[in-house]
Structure formats: C-alpha cells, structure tokens
C-alpha cells in the first residue's frame, strides 16, 4: 500500500519497514552517463545513428540487463544473431569501461546519510541490481557500501527472482519489504513480486505517473528525508 503524503516517508519507512532493497544506478550513486557513454562508444562503429538508438533505449530501458542489451541491439538494430563468444566479449569491453567511472561517481543525494540511519535503525539493506553478480559486489566494496548491505544481488539473475531470493532468504513477509529503484524494469519487480515500492529520480516519477501507480517518488533522499 502506498505511503500516505501526509505522513513523515522516513520516518514510517524505518518504523514499519524491515528489509530495504536498493537498486545501485541512479539510486545509490549518479552513474547512469557513465554506463550511457559506454553502450553509445561501443556502437558508435557502426555509425552514429546506430549508436544514438542504443543511446535512447538504453536510457528507456534502465534495469534491463547488459547481456539481454546487447542481444537486443545486435537483433533488432544491426540484423546480427550475437553469439556467445562475443556477446562475452562485449560485456568485458563495456566492463572495463564502465567499473571505474562507476566506483568513482557522486552519491545520489543524501543516499548514504539514508543508508547510515538504517543501520543504526538495525534494518537489513540489500542490493538488487542489474549489474553482473562480481561486478556490483566489487563496485560496493571499493566504494566503501559493504558494511551497509546484508546481501548483494546482481545479474544474470533478472530482478524479479532476485526479490523473490531476498523474501525466501530473510523469511519475512511482503508487507516488511520495500524497494527503491529508478527504472521500469524495479517498478515492475516490485510489482510482480507485490511489494512496496519507492521512486529515486525524475524518471521514474513520470512512469509512476503515466501508469496510474500511487508509489511515492522523490528526486534523491534529501528530499524523501524532508517530505
């Protein structure tokens, strides 16, 4: 059930909330450009307009992951059946790419305070992210998270099943768990999975909007903290 506007949004989080699941991109730190420029460089081989529509679905399509992108791209935008060997060659290069400026990027506003006042609460917070399992958990080590997040969960593994992981793990039932995210593809984990769900970005407001949902929706967690 949606949390009531009337209300302090952390304040009935921390006091009614026992698992907190967080997407990485776009809610923990500000590195969706960086993985943008890389999905943009890698096809910009085959031409500029090529590489604008990667650009734009991948900007539509946050959440999705890197291997289904690239299968996507190479299918629907250059008539190419990717096989194996290259699609892993594909996500090394974008790997190589993207880790760095992703370890060093700026925090989404206020994440980390957040994430603080959930420990000190004795919540359980874990990562569900689109990210390849070893990548998203060296990514969280470098950047100093580890201590924060009970379990980290990445791809191949699609969204969904790592929720339904987490609910099977923790034991706990649906109505303690909430999940943060800045994609259609979390809104649509949450949903399936029947879970309270919470908006981190302008993006995500606009879906939440256009598909009639009454999830709250907060730019960062300054303003989800001041609501």
């Known amino acids: 059930m949606p949390l009531s506007k009337n209300t302090n949004k952390l304040k009935t989080l921390v006091d009614n909330k026992q698992i907190f699941v967080f997407d990485f991109d776009g809610v923990i730190a500000n590195s969706i450009e960086v993985k943008t420029d890389a999905f943009y460089e890698l096809y910009s081989i085959y031409g500029d307009e090529i590489a604008k529509k990667v650009k734009n679905h991948h900007i539509a399509n946050g959440g999705m992951s ?9 299918k629907q935008f250059l008539n190419i059946a990717i096989g194996d060997d290259e699609l892993e060659d594909l996500c090394k290069a974008f790997s190589e790419k993207v880790k760095v400026g992703v370890i060093q990027s700026s925090e989404v506003g206020g994440s980390t305070s957040f994430l603080e006042s959930l420990s000190t609460a004795g919540k359980i917070c874990m990562i569900n992210s689109a990210t390849p399992q ?28 790592n929720m339904r992981k987490i609910l099977q793990i923790t034991n706990c ?21 029947g879970i309270e769900f919470i908006g981190i970005g302008r993006e995500i407001g606009s879906i939440i909007r256009k598909q009639g949902h009454n999830f709250p929706h907060f730019s960062d967690f300054f303003e989800l903290k001041n609501a």
């Open 134 to 161: 070893d990548e998203i958990e060296e990514i969280v080590f470098e950047r100093d998270l580890s201590k924060y997040f009970n379990h980290v969960f990445g791809s191949p593994s699609s969204k969904e099943k």
């Open 173 to 193: 039932k649906k109505d303690e768990v909430i999940f943060f995210g800045d994609a259609k593809a979390d809104l649509e984990a949450a949903l399936y999975v």
């Open 66 to 74: 890197r291997f289904d992108k690239f299968r996507h791209y190479h």
